[in-house]
T-cell receptor, first 114, second 113 residues
């Protein structure tokens, strides 16, 4: 079964606006990662946040993690048309689980209109 | 560095035919993975390997076999293809370090008719 579930499934915004995507998961984790996939391509890692971190920044990306709610959000500020892609969260096994494997959500399709 | 490469990029099979997908990585990663991606389903793990000569089942292993004879290569085999195996297949690798990211190949689009 899927560990992570992104919300919304699809998001359409104008260039310059901020985009927020959410991820919920079911069991404890060690790390949560966000990946991006351009149409027809493989996934590319964006950012990792550890279970003892609450917020992390990387350029125009801001990730938050609330382990009490088992949820994370990815904020892309000042979006550009080139940010159009699908975004996936991925979680590892957590306490007693596997550190080898990631479980991916179904993704959020972000469309940034010029 | 080429990173993670996959061969072939596209393939059409008839039901019952067999084929092997090849994944190669030049980053000396210990862990390698095969996923399939279907519309609305996200990525699902088929098999993975934590080192040369080792393999393990993922979430959807039925109908697939894998081999990791060399550290840099991870092969995915379909012995008797079925239309349900029509999908895009992605290979990924990562180093041993806990919490490290996975590096993905460009994908193989497989159609089984």
């Amino acid at each position: 079964s899927q560990q992570g579930e992104e919300d919304p499934q699809a998001l359409s915004i104008q260039e310059g606006e901020n985009a927020t995507m959410n991820c919920s998961y079911k069991t404890s984790i060690n790390n949560l990662q966000w990946y991006r996939q351009n149409s027809g391509r493989g996934l590319v890692h964006l950012i990792l946040i550890r279970s003892n971190e609450r917020e992390k920044h990387s350029g125009r990306l801001r990730v938050t993690l609330d382990t009490s709610k088992k949820s994370s959000s990815l904020l892309i500020t000042a979006s550009r048309a080139a940010d159009t892609a699908s975004y996936f969260c991925a979680t590892d096994g957590g306490r007693g689980g596997s550190n080898y494997k990631l479980t991916f959500g179904k993704g959020t399709l972000l469309t940034v209109n010029p | 560095n080429a990173g993670v490469t996959q061969t072939p990029k596209f393939r059409v099979l008839k039901t019952g035919q067999s084929m092997t997908l090849l994944c190669a990585q030049d980053m000396n990663h210990e862990y390698m993975y095969w996923y399939r991606q279907d519309p609305g389903m996200g990525l699902r793990l088929i098999h993975y390997s934590v080192g040369e000569g080792t393999t393990a089942k993922g979430e959807v292993p039925d109908g697939y076999n894998v081999s990791r004879l060399k550290k840099q290569n991870f092969l995915l085999g379909l012995e008797s293809a079925a239309p349900s195996q029509t999908s895009v297949y992605f290979c990924a690798s990562r180093p041993v370090r806990v919490g490290s990211e996975q590096y993905f190949g460009p994908g193989t689009r497989l159609t089984v008719t």
